[in-house]
């Protein structure tokens, strides 16, 4: 139903995952450009920093602190040149602790201030989309009824018949018109005939199929695009409509209203959405001629 709203969040993790790369990636030529000695401090010390910057990003508050304490910890106990003789703390450098500790609080601090950034804008980018579905979605409904208006209906059935040249499938269309509606706004006024096409309305959104497409397109009139629709579905559709109309609850006191209802089965393609309305329309009158508060359906429709 229309476009997809592309999300930022694919972006950002692929963003997080280069700039990941990127990092360890200078870290390997950095420890590959030094002299034996220093590469291995070099390297022992990045890899407590990434350790907190994993940590940082996968882990709480409580997690995270406790990893840049065990971090600093073995970076500053690596560090001692003679591991045995270790006796904590009067061996400790205790300047180089606090120096170890600040860098990689830091870094735990940026990590965790960029990921709660990312969360806040991605949520932000969601609520934006939702909205924008929300309009777009409300901008192709017919104020009154809620179902599809007449621009997103032809639309709509502009892509189906290109689908039914494309892959060779059937639909079908269907063509309401309400009998008796104008008597209901010359007596009641606008307002009742207003609840009326919402009853109708009604009718229609709660009897269609999922992947139908009920439309208002003006007035008392309606239809119905009916994917890979027979003939023999067509009908049964057009038959149901007539009579769910004709039980409607519509508030008391208004003249009666039925509908007319006009189906067209397309097993091969029209030549154009102009073509497939001036179908579906003659089966209407059909259905009126006959004597209203029925259907008609003709045999199954081609090129």
Known sequence: MGEPIDSMASHFRR?????????????ALLVAALDPRTA?????SLANMAIVVVASWRFGPAERWAIVLLAT??????TLEVWPELRWPATVPWWDAGLRLGVLGSLAVGVSG?????????????????????ERDSARRDRLTRLWNARYFHEVLEQEIVRCRRYNRP???VLVDLDGFKAVNDTAGHL??????????RVLHENCRASDIPAR?????????????????????????????GEADFPEGLPRVTASVGGVAFSRTPGS??????AVDEALYAAKRAGKNRFFVPAERGS
């Open 15 to 27: 963003l997080v995952v280069r700039l990941a790369l990127a990092g360890l990636l200078a870290g």
């Open 40 to 44: 291995a401090e070099v390297a022992f």
């Open 73 to 78: 910890a073995f970076w500053t106990a690596g």
């Open 114 to 134: 960029f990921r709660t950034a990312i969360g806040r804008l991605l949520r932000t980018e969601d609520t934006l989309a939702a909205t924008l579905v929300r």
């Open 171 to 173: 639909f079908g269309l």
């Open 192 to 201: 009742a005939g207003d609840l009326v096409l919402q009853v109708v309305g």
């Open 217 to 245: 397109l003006g007035g008392d009139e309606f239809a119905v695009i009916l994917p890979e629709a027979s003939s023999l579905t067509v009908r049964r559709s057009a038959a149901k409509l007539v009579a769910l109309i």
């Open 273 to 278: 959405v102009k073509a497939a309305l001036q």
